[in-house]
T-cell receptor, first 110, second 115 residues
Framework: RKEVEQDPGPFNVPEGATVAFNCTYSNSASQSFFWYRQDCRKEPKLLMS???SGNEDGRFTAQLNRASQYISLLIRDSKLSDSATYLCVVNRGGSYIPTFGRGTSLIVHP | GAVVSQHPSWVICKSGTSVKIECRSLDFQATTMFWYRQFPKQSLMLMAT?????????EQGVEKDKFLINHASLTLSTLTVTSAHPEDSSFYIC???????????FGPGTRLTVT
């Protein structure tokens, strides 16, 4: 089993749609979780950290389920500019060494 | 926020030559930096952890003699791809952890093409 697994998509949605991505991780000792956004041929940029209590930043909501070892990202009211690859990142248990999922591609169309 | 730069942003070299890529933290000190490689439509694969003043820690399957890492100062780590081959063509990215050692700040990446 891969350390961090994501559905690669692509998710093809119209503007204004709500879309959700899930990510599962295998190391139960992991403590830090993140969603990054990567545009084509660019470096990843931090979208948000994921906390146990769940957290929201504008149209983006992240949730963590430790029991089932998965993380989710919900995007509401999708914009064309949300089109990108969303990377789930889990720090290895007991360290700050990041492990990346392969990313989920989102395409928002008019 | 913290800024990490990389140089060069792209490079084309001939098979058998060596290429050096620099990663700098511009407004903070980084005792640790990470080097990744990303092939098209694939995830970032961690290659090694660069430690200031000591040897790098390589991930399983990464040849340390081929990918030389030097972290001589708190703001600079270098990755040298030695005896490059076409299969080494990839997007190489570095990152440095934030002050909380949680999130990563990424350099803009270096696109290497070996002909």
């Amino acid at each position: 089993r891969k350390e961090v697994e994501q559905d690669p998509g692509p998710f093809n949605v119209p503007e204004g749609a709500t879309v959700a991505f899930n990510c599962t991780y295998s190391n139960s000792a992991s403590q830090s979780f993140f969603w990054y956004r990567q545009d084509c041929r660019k470096e990843p940029k931090l979208l948000m950290s994921v906390y146990s209590s769940g957290n929201e930043d504008g149209r983006f909501t992240a949730q963590l389920n430790r029991a089932s070892q998965y993380i989710s990202l919900l995007i509401r009211d999708s914009k064309l500019s949300d089109s990108a690859t969303y990377l789930c990142v889990v720090n290895r248990g007991g360290s700050y060494i990041p492990t990346f999922g392969r990313g989920t591609s989102l395409i928002v169309h008019p | 926020g913290a800024v990490v730069s990389q140089h060069p942003s792209w490079v084309i070299c001939k098979s058998g030559t060596s290429v050096k890529i620099e990663c700098r933290s511009l407004d903070f000190q980084a005792t640790t930096m990470f080097w990744y490689r990303q092939f098209p439509k694939q995830s970032l694969m961690l290659m090694a952890t660069s430690n200031e003043g000591s040897k790098a820690t390589y991930e399983q399957g990464v040849e340390k003699d081929k990918f030389l890492i030097n972290h001589a100062s708190l703001t600079l780590s270098t990755l040298t791809v030695t005896s490059a081959h076409p299969e080494d063509s990839s997007f190489y990215i570095c990152s440095a952890p934030g002050t909380g050692h949680e999130e990563q700040y990424f350099g803009p990446g270096t696109r290497l093409t070996v002909t």
